[in-house]
């Protein structure tokens, strides 16, 4: 079991950081192992925010030696960043594992993202224009405390509260996933993916990359493959239903658009509000109380059913 | 049964032991058992612990600050002390309110509440002002739930008595297992409702999803819209004069009743070709890989 969330303001920018935050801890006990956030800010084009990782959280326990490779892999990081003349304009790190990159960029970022992930250790979270990818281990209030996330303003956002099932209480398996490396991409899932090690073959053959062994990053990668392929978020969303075998909900959000899409049996939750300038979804409707306490009018998307909204 | 002994009991076939015991068998299926409601006999519906409480005491909780619960804890408090209409309010999509009360009370939420609400009930009757998550009156035997708004998957589940209404929409999966009493779904339903029902009756204005009454035993739907696919060995039956008198009476009673009256309505019941347990399981298919 797993909760997940989305909400877009239509046309205007608010504190998704601060709303995402309020309705993922309302989910905390549909997993309490980690918590992660895809948040949309206003784009800015010709720069790019990159956000990677360069340990495990748990690495840092492991004793010496830890901190002197992650200052080599973060001086390497870099060394490439400067080879695909990618220019650093500011550089933050909320820990010493997690670091927020702004560049200027005009080249390849497929390549520069390839050429990065190849050093042992980093994984590049998210790359866009607006997406800012956080995740770590916790709920959302620890999660959103360390990152900064309570003040984040954008149009829109997806989130993610993880009991992991089939795979390691990491960052690596925590969700959101970035469709790598379409930028602006992020996917959040709740359900099991049946036939996965199929799927993944398929992908790994047509050259995608997987970081973890957790089948929601199929989701993540089965979009990208079809974003990449001139198909609409939406056309993507339907045929997932098709192809994608298990139960499963899941949400994506591109730099303007967030959609959901739910399998053939409706087996897994999603309670969608819609408004004329707000639509809020999420696990349970206790998430959107979270951020919505008036009396408010909801109800549960059907099977097969796939929506798509615009900023 | 007076002065019926053990060993005349036993002397008896399974129907003829049934009608001693004040049970009736169910001559159309023979596979399931019903007690007769007998007014004379009212301790048989009344548990023993159940607190007697008086309608016209009224108490009301501000549920905003207090856990799930803190507030199940506070109405048995309030029935222990004879309150017989509690309203509920800001109960704002809290999980399992209001489970397991197994005595008459009016039980009023002026919003909306999350999965499992007054789940395992017994008696109460309970007005929703809001909408309820999954599985709302899961287990319930006897009362009535109305839900003002729409409803989430797996609504009645396993349902024994009473009457579940909800005068919005709900999810997928409605009266899954359903084991008796009514469902009253105002607006449509969603794939798979009626799945393994084996008594009862569901009542659906609108439309339903794929699958209507999959693997159904026994028990009867009524679709007033369009349906979107049947499921395995359900079968569409032909709508009687008892039947459009029960319609006719239920909705009404609910304010549900479309313009158009009910003759409109389908009516699925279960074709019985998946009653055959004795043949066996045939072999597994092996999978290529």
């Known amino acids: 079991m797993c909760g997940i969330a989305g909400l877009i303001h239509k046309g205007k920018s608010s504190n998704v950081g601060g709303e995402m935050t309020s309705m993922l801890q309302a989910l905390k006990h549909r997993g309490p192992d980690s918590t992660g956030f895809a948040v949309y800010g206003e784009p800015s084009e010709g720069d790019y925010i990159m956000r990677a990782i360069v340990a495990e959280r748990e690495d840092i326990d492991k004793g010496h030696g830890i901190l002197d490779q992650i200052k080599s892999r973060i001086d390497e990081v870099e060394k490439r960043l400067e080879e695909h003349g990618a220019t650093v304009k500011t550089k933050d790190n909320s820990t010493p594992y997690a670091l927020r990159y702004v560049l200027s960029h005009d080249g390849d970022t497929e390549a520069m993202a390839r050429h990065i992930e190849e050093i042992d250790g980093v994984e590049i979270l998210s790359l866009g224009n607006g997406l800012e990818l956080i995740k770590d281990l916790g709920d959302a209030g620890d999660v959103a405390e360390l990152y900064g996330l309570d003040e984040f303003a954008g149009t829109h956002a997806i989130g993610h509260t993880r009991m992991a099932t089939e795979s390691d209480v990491d960052i690596r398996s925590a969700h959101p996933y970035w469709a790598f490396p379409y930028n602006d991409v992020s996917v959040v899932h709740n359900g099991q993916i049946t036939n996965y090690w199929i799927m993944r073959r398929q992908m790994e053959r047509k050259g995608h990359r997987f970081q973890s062994n957790c089948d929601s990053e199929l989701l993540a990668v089965y979009t990208a493959d079809n974003l990449n392929n001139g198909i609409s978020l939406e056309t993507s969303l339907k045929r997932s239903i098709e192809e994608i075998d298990g139960v499963f909900t899941y949400l994506v959000a591109t730099k303007d658009q967030l959609g959901m899409a739910k399998d053939t049996m409706a087996a897994k939750p999603l309670v969608l509000y819609e408004s004329d300038d707000l639509i809020a979804m999420a696990s349970e409707e206790v998430a959107i109380r979270a951020i919505l306490p008036e009396e408010i009018d909801t109800y549960d998307p059907y099977d097969e059913e796939v929506r798509v909204w615009q900023a | ?289």
């Open chain 2, 1 to 289: 049964m007076a002065g019926m002994t053990d060993a005349q009991l036993s002397e008896m076939n399974q129907e003829e032991r049934a009608e001693a015991l004040g049970m009736t068998s169910e001559q159309l299926t023979g596979r399931s058992l019903f007690m007769e409601f007998d007014p004379d006999a009212e301790d048989r519906f009344v548990y023993p612990w159940a607190p007697d409480v008086d309608f016209n005491r009224r108490a009301e909780i501000d549920t905003d600050e207090m856990s799930t619960t803190e507030v199940n804890a506070k109405m048995r408090e309030l029935m222990e002390a004879g309150h017989g209409t509690i309203v509920v309010k800001n109960p704002r999509g809290k999980h399992s309110l209001g489970v397991g009360i197994l005595n008459k009370l009016n039980l009023i939420y002026e919003g909306s509440l999350g999965y499992f609400a007054v789940g395992l009930i017994d008696g109460p009757n309970v007005r929703i002002n809001g909408r309820v998550g999954w599985s709302c009156g899961e287990n319930m035997m006897s009362g009535t739930v109305v839900i003002e708004k729409n409803a989430g998957s797996t609504f009645g589940a396993a349902i024994r008595g009473g009457d579940l209404v909800c005068r919005g929409s709900v999810g997928s999966r409605t009266g899954i297992d359903m084991k008796g009493g009514t469902i009253i779904v105002g607006g449509d339903t969603g794939a798979l409702s009626g799945f393994m029902m084996q008594r009862g009756r569901m009542i659906v204005c609108g439309n339903a999803g794929k699958n209507l009454g999959d693997s159904m035993y026994d028990g009867t739907i009524y679709v007033g819209g369009e349906i979107r696919s049947l499921g395995v060995d359900a079968v569409e039956a032909e709508l009687t004069e008892l039947d459009r008198a029960w319609l006719t009476r239920k909705l009404t009673q609910y304010e549900l009743m479309p313009e158009n009256g009910v003759d409109h309505f389908t009516k699925i019941v279960a074709g019985k070709q998946l009653w055959n347990y004795d043949n066996l399981e045939p072999n597994e298919k092996k999978l290529i890989l």
